[in-house]
C-alpha cells in the first residue's frame, strides 16, 4: 500500500467520522429544539411521540459523500496489481516464470511450470503403464520357470 493512498484513507475516513457526528448531533439538536422552518405545532406520530421532522442539512450530506467517495478511490488505488482476464495470457505468464505476490510480508514467488501443476505432481497416482512395462519386464526376466 503506497503512502498517498494510505493517507488518503485516513483523510476520507476522519472526513466520514465527522460527518457521522454531525448527523448525530443534528438528529439530537433536532429532537429537542423545534426547528425555525417548521411550524409552532409538530406533527404527532402514531405511537403518540412528537417528531419535528427536519431531514439532514445538505453540508452534512455532501461531507458524507464526498468521505466516502474518497474512501472508496483510497481502497481501490491501495489495491495490488490487477491479473489478466483471460486464462490463455495468464497461464502464458505463470509458464514464463513470473513474479506473483503471496500477500504475507510482501513476499513473492517464482513459478514457472504452469496452472496445472497439482495435476502434473500427482503423489499416489498409479501409473498402469509404468506397471504394465514394469511386469512385461519381470515376464521376460523370469520367463516359464
Not at 137 to 145: A, E, F, L, N, R
Request: glycine residues 8%; proline residues 7%.
Amino acid at each position: 500500500m503506497s503512502l498517498p493512498s494510505k493517507l488518503l484513507i485516513t483523510f476520507s475516513s476522519l472526513l466520514l467520522a465527522h460527518a457521522c457526528y454531525s448527523a448525530h448531533e443534528h438528529s439530537l439538536l433536532s429532537t429537542t429544539h423545534p426547528s425555525p422552518s417548521s411550524p409552532a405545532s409538530p406533527s404527532t406520530s402514531p405511537s403518540g411521540t412528537t417528531t419535528t421532522g427536519s431531514s439532514l442539512p445538505l453540508d452534512i450530506t455532501l461531507e458524507t459523500l464526498i468521505s466516502v467517495s474518497l474512501l472508496l478511490l483510497g481502497i481501490v488505488s491501495s489495491g495490488w496489481e490487477l491479473k489478466p482476464i483471460s486464462l490463455r495470457s495468464y497461464a502464458g505468464m505463470l509458464e514464463r516464470g513470473s513474479v506473483f505476490p503471496d500477500g504475507v510480508d510482501g513476499k513473492t514467488t517464482v513459478r514457472g511450470r504452469g496452472i496445472f501443476d497439482g495435476l502434473e505432481d500427482r503423489p499416489g497416482f498409479l501409473d498402469i503403464r509404468k506397471q504394465r512395462e514394469e511386469f512385461a519386464q519381470w515376464i521376460k526376466t523370469h520367463g516359464d520357470s
